[in-house]
């Protein structure tokens, strides 16, 4: 949807194909959008060596060398992560913002910091290797980008739904948002970003909304 506007009543809801609907309860699941890292390769091998989450596909990268790119609390986590499944981990980040027990913890697991930005991603059918920078050129089986990720939580806002600072959107344990009608489930609720999360989010949200339309229908 492109716009979703809280009315007496209900919503007014616009969709990408500009129709217009009236609904008394909304389930908002816009899940996020991983941050890119925009370098070459990066696009062509995904699913091929390329990940966005090393808590989703670490166990595929047992006993191979991988790289963790990103400076944050999220890639300093996924490298202290990947140390129990790969066999060598790259860690790099031009600029580290993670706090100095992440930095510590991470390191002390096995991972290396390397200084440095990832200048391209290299390989034929899979990932073979990752340039960095300063020249430098990691053999490696994998490369997991964690730059954090994006929301569609500014809808939210126009149904009355304030945001987390981090654009998450908090429900309790029914998916209600605290603002009546409106419930939202998976990523946009946060971690762990999981199928298995958002399938059983959604089941309980659609219930827990259905419920209430019943439970207000002719007011």
């Known amino acids: 949807m492109t716009s979703?506007?809280?009315?007496?009543?209900?919503?007014?809801?616009?969709?990408?194909?500009?129709?217009a609907i009236r609904a008394k309860a909304v389930i908002l699941a816009t899940g996020i959008s991983r941050v890119k890292l925009g370098v070459p390769g990066e696009k062509e091998f995904f699913g091929k060596g390329?990940?966005?989450?090393?808590?989703?596909?670490?166990?595929?990268?047992?006993?191979?060398?991988?790289?963790?790119?990103?400076?944050?609390?999220?890639a300093a986590a996924s490298a202290e992560l990947m140390t129990a499944y790969a066999s060598k981990v790259y860690w790099v980040a031009k600029d580290v913002v993670a706090s100095e027990n992440m930095v510590r913890r991470s390191v002390a697991a096995g991972a290396e910091l390397l200084r440095a930005s990832a200048k391209a991603i290299k390989g034929e059918d899979k990932v073979t290797a990752l340039e960095l920078d300063d020249g430098t050129v990691l053999d490696l089986d994998g490369v997991f980008i964690e730059l954090g990720a994006r929301s569609s939580a500014d809808l939210a806002m126009d149904m009355d739904v304030m945001p987390e600072m981090d654009d998450t959107i908090k429900v309790d344990a029914s998916c209600f948002?605290?603002?009546?009608?409106?419930?939202?489930?998976?990523?946009?609720?946060?971690?762990?970003?999981?199928?298995?999360?958002?399938?059983?989010?959604?089941?309980?949200?659609?219930?827990?909304?259905?419920?209430?339309?019943?439970?207000?229908?002719?007011?």
């Open 4 to 19: 979703a506007v809280r009315n007496e009543g209900g919503f007014d809801i616009v969709t990408e194909t500009d129709t």
């Open 177 to 219: 948002t605290g603002t009546e009608g409106v419930y939202a489930c998976g990523d946009v609720t946060g971690k762990p970003w999981q199928m298995a999360k958002a399938v059983g989010q959604g089941a309980v949200a659609g219930t827990a909304a259905a419920e209430w339309v019943r439970g207000n229908v002719g007011q």
């Open 50 to 74: 390329v990940s966005y989450c090393a808590a989703c596909d670490g166990n595929f990268y047992k006993g191979k060398v991988v790289a963790i790119i990103g400076g944050e609390t999220e």
